[in-house]
């Protein structure tokens, strides 16, 4: 690979490219739905060991996809990750085989509403079922049988992937080591849903969504879904990160009295820009069914509302991680889920991180966070390679 | 009044009427546009001393109009500030004559986007002009002259009308002995903007919007403006306060697994419902231009950024009053004004007030906030008393 044309940095895991796996086996989802097969996109970094004890599954959030680390030919922009995953990093991929999928109902080329429903011979569109974090974990675990990987070393997300690491943990509590839970909570605030319905209504009011059909009509709703990512955007970030980036710098125009210059202030050409480049990559069914997956997210729902209930269940460790000033998943989110694991007698380890950048901070380099993640992690290989 | 029909609580102002004038003079904006003449609507409570001392004016916020307290016949919600407004109320009519106006861009009944611009016989609609918060200052005191007051006992205001109040120790330092300035801010940070481009692009993206021109046209941008409303409105309030109100309730459907039921949640339908009834009640274009107006405002721009040279020039004292979980002006802000005053050398009291409504908190009852606004202004009553 290092012969190749692209520049790659030291420590990358350099070229990378997606696999595509046809699941073969029904997937009954929670809504009662059976998709009889299902396509899985996803990406590996890293080595599988012989006994096929090092794999760790990462989970993506609301917008993610498969390409978490490494580069694209063409492409020098690296995978979302890529600060944590490679030579040496947190999830360090000369002792790891990192498994990173795009899961289902998302739009980056596994089964979702972009896709032909094989029943049918039609786009899925608006008609795709209702999914569950639950459903994610399902698909996941068929890939992990694809595999051939019998338990994960550790099973890793951020927000809505916390709440997949959560769910594997309850639901197939001998099939993970170790869940690293990373600014996520164990249900949504109303706050959080709030948010949520105004960039599904962003969606649906745009005329252009034509009740979902938008793709079978030639159309995007890209102005609602544009809102809907700029409404998302200003909640994952934070107040003092915002200020610090844009303050109120103008963009153009000037405070003369006097005269009627249109002014722009810097914040909204950014916020716009994000919007319409995010709507040109996403697809608005995905996003009204991921973002209602994260509404009714609620870990302990089944468990007597009681999380302590829930995870009792649990065999695995946790490591949660919170950002300071992450106001969407904010730490106290995190400590709920630690008390629970702690009264429910488990082994948990909680960084809570300083940081000023918000909910993104999850995504975002921080050498506190990258430390956190990659000392738990090296104590994980360092037992599963005494093990060996 | 005790005699109409309209059953009328005790210490209400009772029923109340608006009043409309037609302000002949000129008023040049600081976008340099000109209105040779402009109407207010307003309401007033008390009586006004025979020295015309005992005077409020009241600055209603971005939504906000003239009805501040008191009934209407055949409608049994009182004005919004009723709570603080009435006999023996923070705000006492038996001893201050208090003024409440409609201010102009705004829709309820002053010249704005929706009246008929005089000079050209048709609707303002998109080509109102661009207002900043002294324009309203400007048109308040061509009011107060109208009224024959020639010093403010106070000028009070919560959000943009704390602003006004600011703005008025400036602009006219010997019109005012108090400016009661309530969960405000100098200036907008990068995310109230954020929120605020967020709302305006809701707006301009709704195709009944018609590039401003839906009144021309018989339309109107209902679901831009329900948009821009419920992203106002949980911006308004706090994660706990909707926590308590809402939680994870649902209005309909149900958690059952194996079923496609639409679930949703209670803070969505209250949500769309709150979005839906602006909407219905409120002019976009006037939303448009006082979201604007708020972005615009900066108390120290033409006093080389620095608060503290600005306030120099204030002569009335200050109260300010901020609310623990306000997000959207946090009490950060009004310790900025605070400390800015105190460097001025200025007479400042600054009550911080606990509670867990958010912003909205301004707009709320709340015995500590009513103790803190009414002891402040019965020691002003007293003064005035005193004096005559």
Known sequence: MSSHSLEVPAQSIGLVSPQKVLIEKPL??????????????FETYGTLNSDKSNAILICHALSGDHHAAGFYEDDSKPGWWDHHIG?????????????????????????GPTSINPETGTLWGADFPSLRARDWVESQKLLMEYLGINCWAAVIGGSLGGMQAMRWSLEHPDKLLNAVV??????????????????????????????????QEGKAP???????????????????????????????????DGTEDPIEFQIESYLNYQGDKFS???????????????????????????????????????LLISFSSDWR????RSQEIADALITAGKNVSYAAIDSN?????????????????????SRVADQLEAAQ
Do not use: W
């Open 357 to 377: 950048q918000g909910h993104d901070a999850f995504l975002l380099p921080n050498s506190r966070y990258q430390a956190a993640l990659g000392n738990y992690l």
């Open 280 to 318: 040109s990559n996403f697809d608005a069914n995905s996003y009204i069914l991921i973002t209602r997956m994260l509404d009714y997210f609620d870990l302990s729902r089944e468990y007597n509302n009681s999380p302590v209930e829930a995870f009792e269940r649990a065999q695995c460790k946790f």
């Open 28 to 41: 009954t989802l929670a809504c009662g739905t059976v998709l009889p097969s299902h396509e899985l996109v």
């Open 222 to 256: 890209l102005h609602g879904l544009a809102l809907a990512r700029m409404i998302g955007h200003v909640t994952y970030l934070s107040d003092e990160a915002l200020g610090k980036k844009f303050g109120r710098e103008l963009a153009s125009g000037d405070f003369v």
């Open 87 to 111: 030579p040496g990093k947190s999830m360090d991929s000369d002792r790891f085989f990192i498994v990173s999928v795009n899961n289902i109902g998302s739009c980056f080329g596994s089964t």
């Open 329 to 332: 998943f904010s730490p106290k």
């Open 182 to 215: 990373i600014a996520s909570s164990m249900k949504l605030s109303a706050q959080n849903i709030a948010f949520n319905e105004i960039a599904r209504r962003a969606i649906k009011s745009d005329p252009d969504f034509c009740d979902g059909n938008y793709l």
